[in-house]
């Protein structure tokens, strides 16, 4: 799994995991807005742009590579960042290794489990080769919020991308449920959902935030499924708070 490091290795450890269908590169619009001392991780997760070659097997098997990142990367515990997909691992990683972990910030993340998950399924294995069509990729791209500047690296993920790790993935991220640990997670945590998004989302959120009632839980106004790409200056201020409280 490729994982791209920057910044001042004593600073703050950040792990920023992307959602379903991007990579890495769709951090860059917040990495812009946030300020100095902060040491991201920023992982292409397996079938994804530089990890594209990796197959998507399970979260299970994410989880423990990303573990083995955080693990050899230092001793200090690292905010998780998760939109989406990688919102659905940050998840994990608080539930299943709070040592790692002393904050986590959860984004639009699906947090019980799709209706009909074999259909969904069923209908993506036949549709799922239009994802490297060009025409077909730019529509989706509007639709999540790709702005210009990444529109090829949108293009070139989406051409990498193989039916298998899509399935793959797509399966894992309808059938996910609240982890037993996360009520259990000793650290801080905020769960940002956006006010456009589908109320199937919002209510994950409000699950969430029940399930461990210490968190934070914001809806985030004028956002849609992509607060990372549609609100950058926004998310990079409220970590700033976040980390400050």
């Known amino acids: 799994m490729h994982v791209e490091r ?60 990303l573990s083995s990142v955080l693990d050899e990367d230092g001793d200090r515990p690292a905010t998780v960042i998760g939109f989406s997909l990688g919102a659905q691992l940050a998840l994990l990683l608080a539930a ?60 070139r993920t989406s051409r990498a991308m193989t039916s298998s790790n899509l399935v793959a993935m797509v399966g894992e991220n309808i059938r996910f449920a609240i982890p037993d640990g996360w009520s259990r997670f000793p650290g801080r945590a905020l769960i940002l959902a956006g006010s456009l998004e589908k109320p199937f989302m919002r209510s994950s959120a409000e699950l969430l935030q029940r399930a461990r009632r210490s968190s934070s839980m914001e809806i985030v106004e004028d956002a849609a499924h992509g607060i990372p790409l549609q609100h950058p200056q926004f998310l990079a201020k409220r970590l700033e708070r976040f980390w400050d409280s």
């Open 6 to 65: 920057v910044g001042d290795e004593s600073g703050r450890r950040v792990l920023l995991l992307h959602g379903g269908g991007v990579a890495g590169w769709m951090w860059r619009p917040l990495r812009a807005h946030l300020g100095p001392g902060n040491h991201l991780l920023i992982p292409d997760l397996p079938g994804h742009d530089r990890s594209a070659d990796e197959p998507y097997r399970s979260h299970e098997r994410v989880l423990s590579s």
């Open 96 to 155: 299943r290794r709070p040592d790692l972990v002393d904050r986590v910030v959860v984004i639009s993340a699906q947090a019980k489990p799709s209706p009909a998950p074999g259909l969904t399924l069923g209908l993506l294995r036949s549709t799922a080769g239009l994802a490297r069509v060009d025409w077909f990729a730019r529509l989706q791209a509007k639709e999540m919020f790709i702005p210009a500047e990444l529109m090829g690296d949108y293009l």
